[in-house]
């Protein structure tokens, strides 16, 4: 079997439906001829999918409310809270996407960067909710390459108390490498992500991919 097949079927990756509509929305990120304004446009159509599906895998309780027909309607709602944390650059272009679904939900940050001496991913700032052990979190950063910034970050959550199988890693594009790779270091990891790529480049750029999607969000091409 293909590492995409294998990263695909997957139990704990979860991608979105590969619907019409999505196919559409991710041809026009990848093509190299998009406009910014439409890379940031669609990219965000797509963001606001994700969190959704991400909202799925979170657990609920049952919840009777009284409809204004004065009925009881045997509903749900969510059992915990939630917050966001993204991977600093890239990540921060997916908070908008969460606080458009989650008002007022609080969102951490880390920045994580190769560390060139050692080639080691390092952790160079972290700023997360005080209560984070108490959350779900969702996990924000749009490529997912060799997972080098996700480990770290990951590692950075699991001591600040929070537990494995809270994580939610929510990505654009992921390379089958890292899919597989991170759940098999994280076994209550659970990853949404809306297309699994083919491979990476020596670079570590995913391929087909999109390029640099911190470049591309944030102009800085
Ligand atoms: N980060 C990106 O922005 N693009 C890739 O292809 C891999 C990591």
Not at 4 to 11: E, S, V
Not at 109 to 119: M, Y
Not at 147 to 172: H, M, P, W, Y
């Amino acid at each position: 079997m293909s590492l995409p097949t294998q990263a695909a079927q997957h139990p704990r990756l979860h991608q979105l439906p590969q619907t019409k509509q999505l196919k559409a929305l991710m041809t026009i990120i990848r093509d190299q001829t998009t406009s910014r304004g439409d890379f940031v446009f669609y990219s965000d159509r797509v963001i606001r999918l994700l969190v959704e599906e991400g909202l799925n895998h979170l657990p609920v309780v049952n919840k009777e409310v009284i409809t204004p027909m004065g009925m009881p309607f045997q509903g749900v709602s969510f059992e915990g809270r939630i917050c966001g944390v993204s991977i600093m650059r890239a990540g921060e272009s997916m908070e908008q996407g969460l606080r458009d679904v989650c008002t007022s939900v609080r969102i951490g940050k880390v920045l994580i960067q190769r560390d060139e001496s050692t080639a080691q991913a390092k952790l160079y700032y972290s700023k997360l909710p005080k209560d984070i052990s108490n959350r779900w979190v969702l996990l924000l950063d749009p490529m997912l390459a060799t997972g080098g910034s996700a480990v770290k970050c990951i590692e950075t959550l699991l001591e600040a108390g929070v537990k494995e199988d809270r994580i939610l890693f929510i990505n654009l594009i992921c390379s089958p490498e890292g899919v597989l790779a991170m759940l098999e270091q994280f076994p209550k990891l659970q990853i949404i992500t809306a297309e699994i790529d083919e491979s990476m480049d020596v670079q570590r750029y995913i391929l087909p991919g999109l390029g640099d999607f911190g470049d591309r969000y944030f102009g800085t091409e």
